[in-house]
């Protein structure tokens, strides 16, 4: 039997709970033992929960009791969840965690003290909630030089996006809606701001190396410039908006990381990627195109996959599961070098200043649209296009990439 | 150094050698040790071949060469690759598989004999190619009782499908088309009655038991009845049409399982998997839905797969990787029992009939078909619809279907 710690009895923490007791057979089938929640951690009580008689507020217990070998970290934050990993991690204790904020900023730190004491630090949950990707990336695509990563990584935006796409409400409209109804946190700043898909796309480059992308370097915009109007004129060219994490490889020790909003045309396979739902799309040098697919969120995904890596540390007790990820920091091209057409919405009176700026490029009218207009331009390196575009000042209205 | 033989000098045999070669590094670092191809087993020579020295006829050499524990079976068939297999295993080398006839077939055989003899049999490559799903379901998704599985799982089929809705070209014509291009055998056979979709769906669902699935106890249909016409109703009713294999569990050891054209709304993201690519989605019972994407066939991404095992392999010399596929069968419902909606083509004069037979249903007419109009029925049992369907005889020109 393995005793299991969980650290956080928030929604991810209880969902783990729920997990392992739901579907207990094939936890303990698939673990070839059984699994035991012993303790939850928590500075509040719970009276009434049916577990209320496992949760306890001292972490040191948990540390101190030499059954329990394998901890869920699902409290969030880099300050006592980092302590508290480092802590179990260095007793020989394996963690499974759905905190993509800590393995973003200490993974490779807490890779190496999870080999050095012969454990593991397993992070499934971190990226795309339910959806596998951490494993794909680091047991099957192992025969593949991954040349790129693009994925739709955060569903609060994705579900933002989608809104304003079909309904054709503003930003602030559907943000107000996706509080109201709990998709958004009242301070939506780290997923409309692209924080959030930073850190992911920061944890999916750092396996695609094996070094470490850093996620405080990564160019990061968000979504709140985005309007109906810019869906408008997406949808009349088949193009779709949204937040993409991209990574690229340049060569084995350079990429290109950025996250941004994205226009990308409706057949490819992470425009039909709706609502909460996350994609995450990975170019191999031999296999070319995948894609995993599935709730980027939410209680039972995340626990789900915080349990399978429960599952895989209780087959490994004692033996250290393959993950290369490097202390070493993968060099970050500057964005603003690469080439690329750019979609941009203008004021109707500025049609001449576009076509001078941006020869070549491609003008979109819309018949109940006599204010603005659409422009494609021709591909030009982003530095040069910025340039030009803040030149021509408020008669510029928007500005999005294209893939 | 693991001294690797690969069975079958064909398509994937050679390109498993490339990938070992193109991807030296990235194999051997995933392998934690060197990789070397040694032997190719083939009836042929293959003169000017930079691997010719490699090529052998006897199979016995690899046998009696303890440095050889890693075994590629890319030969296909079930006749002397499950000879070649049992051999291997029983004499404790690994062997690795695209061979979805040989797993379907033998797969808990071979598997017992590999865990009885301290080595492993994988098969990553024998479903969706290049498409990591094996593992997702094998190490990923542990923590969930899988409650369906719906895959776009040939190649071949969905080329043809895909064409057809495309240009509005009737079946014979995408076929030659698509054998003249080498996309489809000059016997097909195997791909365009389902027989392929039914191992890969056999497979899965076995996998999703753990238990047995008889690929020849499943109810199969291929898509060779699909006409252009059924594509013009499909798209005007905002559908697709698409060869599913599908798999439902009833209970932990009943599952209904078949393979048959699908009518699909454009929205699912099964409807956008076009051309040669494959996709499986998978519902579990916290995760959701979930789909893996991907190339489903072609030398390097199936090669990747099998690379991929070999990789595993490698880093479990003398361990038993988990695989829950026990020879016990799984019970399959008699899928004309189940109750679903179905598409009608009919005959422009059978208006009455087919309102009579199927009440309640749903009228389509096209502005540009006069001789016949579709139907889309009630949800009813489907024995009592076929019944029905029959009956009406001549007047009736197709039926797909409905998910």
Redesign the interface.
């Known amino acids: 039997m393995i005793n299991v710690a969980v650290l956080g009895y928030g929604t991810v923490g209880s969902g783990v709970v729920e997990?392992?007791e739901?579907?207990k057979d094939?936890?303990n089938?698939?673990s070839?033992q059984e699994l035991e929640v012993k303790y939850i951690l928590d500075l509040r009580d719970f009276p009434g929960d049916p577990y209320e008689n496992k949760v306890i507020h001292d972490f040191n217990t948990i540390l101190q009791d030499d059954s329990v070998t394998i901890i869920c970290e699902t409290m969030g934050g880099v300050g006592a969840a980092y302590q508290f990993t480092k802590q179990a991690l260095e007793l020989g204790k394996s963690v499974c965690t759905s905190n993509k904020e800590l393995v973003a900023k200490h993974g490779p730190e807490l890779l190496q003290i999870a080999r050095e004491h012969n454990c593991n630090y397993l992070f499934?949950a971190s990226v795309g909630g339910?959806?596998?990707i951490i494993?794909?990336l680091n047991?099957?695509?192992?025969?593949?030089?991954i040349e790129a990563v693009n994925g739709i990584l955060n569903g609060t935006t994705n579900y933002i996006l989608s809104k304003m796409e079909k309904e054709g409400a503003d930003f602030d409209t559907v943000l107000k809606e996706a509080q109201d109804k709990g998709y958004a946190e009242r301070n939506p700043e780290a997923d409309v701001e692209g924080y959030d898909a930073c850190r992911k796309i920061a944890i999916l480059s750092s396996l695609m190396f094996?070094k470490n992308v850093d996620s405080e370097k990564v160019p990061t915009e968000g979504i709140t410039k985005i309007t109906a109007a810019d869906f408008e004129y997406a949808n009349a060219a088949e193009y779709t908006i949204k937040l993409l994490g991209r990574s690229r490889a340049i060569d084995d020790d350079t990429a290109e990381v950025m996250v941004a909003p994205f226009m990308l045309p409706k057949?490819h396979?992470l425009a039909?990627v709706?609502g909460v739902f996350n994609a995450v799309f990975v170019t191999?040098?031999?296999?070319?195109?995948?894609?995993?697919?599935?709730?980027g969120a939410?209680k039972?995904?995340t626990?789900?996959?915080v349990?399978?890596d429960?599952?895989?540390c209780a087959?490994h007790q004692g033996k250290v599961i393959?993950c290369?990820w490097d202390k070493e920091e993968v060099k970050l091209v500057d964005t603003r070098e690469s080439v690329r057409s750019f979609f941009i919405r203008a004021k109707a009176g500025a049609k001449g200043a576009v076509e001078a700026a941006f020869p070549g490029g491609r003008e979109l009218h819309l018949a109940d649209r006599k204010e603005d207009f659409g422009y494609f331009t021709q591909p030009m390196k982003e530095s040069e296009f910025l340039a030009k575009y803040e030149a021509l000042g408020e008669q510029m209205l928007g500005r999005i990439r294209l893939v």
Do not use: C, Q
């Not at 191999?284 to 709730?295: A, E, K, Q, V």
């Open positions: 997990v392992i739901k579907n094939m936890v089938k698939k070839a499934e339910g959806i596998p494993r794909p047991y099957s695509l192992t025969a593949e030089k094996g057949d396979p039909m709706y191999g040098n031999m296999l070319g195109d995948s894609m995993y697919y599935g709730r939410g039972l995904p626990a789900s996959a349990v399978s429960v599952i895989d087959r393959m290369f």
